[in-house]
């Protein structure tokens, strides 16, 4: 299942910054994911269901080349994930071995899903770059997953950056890394987000023409008034 379009493109002009305000506000303190870091400078908002993968520690049994050839792998589960999804890896934080590389990044590529958001790395680097696949991760290392790391599972709920991830919560990812929005609140937090914009580019302006913080930023009733006289003299659309 896809985002609707109409909530894709509002979640597409609005800051994950923005979003964990709003998440906050709702309780939900735990929604960034950490060391989910652009790949590549300049990679652009990407909004998606996400679609979870796990890793968990290497046992020298079950970690070997040998079982990339397995029914359960990183390349059976590639070849389940639907065009627009965002692949969301618990590598566990390991950072000294690459999940993917360049070909099953390729492969991703191929199959039109939208991006990679992992709390590992990858390998490969510029074989990994030159697919074009949008990656948000940890760095890069040289030796295979299988050096630290044994695939299990993919679509079942997952811990990635220190997060509770479920396959088809929705996944927002930008220049600050990747946050995450439970499927039942999504309706509750675009419309919340959306407000939560205006406000602040209207304190913005309020700012660039010298006004204080204090009393600003939030806002206190009078200002709020002042706010919400503008939005009413200037409404959405």
Do not use: H
């Not at 492969?107 to 390998?123: E, F």
């Not at 599972?153 to 950056?161: E, F, S, T, V």
């Not at 990747?178 to 580019?201: F, G």
Request: contains cysteine.
């Amino acid at each position: 299942m896809s985002v609707d379009p109409k909530i894709a493109a509002i979640l597409s002009g609005i800051s994950t910054a923005t979003l964990t305000t709003v998440l906050l506000k709702k309780g939900l303190r735990n929604v960034w994911m950490r060391n989910t870091r652009p790949l590549r400078e300049g990679q652009k908002r990407l909004v998606g269901r996400a679609f979870t993968l796990r890793f968990v520690p290497a046992r020298e049994d079950l970690a070997t080349p040998e079982s990339w050839a397995s029914p359960i792998s990183t390349r059976a589960a590639i070849e389940a994930m639907p065009e627009g999804c965002i692949a969301v890896v618990d590598a566990m934080g390991v950072t000294d071995a690459g999940i993917f590389g360049d070909i099953l990044c390729a492969r991703m590529a191929k199959r039109g899903v939208a991006g990679l958001v992992t709390d590992g790395v990858v390998r490969d680097l510029a074989g990994v770059l030159g697919t074009g696949l949008p990656v948000w991760c940890a760095g890069a290392a040289a030796p295979p997953s299988v050096a630290g790391l044994t695939f299990v599972a993919w679509q079942q709920p997952i811990a990635c950056g220190g997060v509770a991830v479920f396959p088809d919560d929705v996944v927002v990812v930008d220049q600050d890394g990747a946050v995450l929005i439970p499927q039942a609140l999504l309706e509750a937090v675009v419309s919340a987000s959306v407000e939560q914009e205006r406000l602040e580019s209207w304190i913005m302006r309020e700012v660039d023409g010298g006004a204080a913080l204090p009393g600003l930023y939030p806002p206190n009733a009078e200002n709020k008034a002042r706010y919400e006289a503008w939005a009413a003299a200037n409404p959405v659309g």
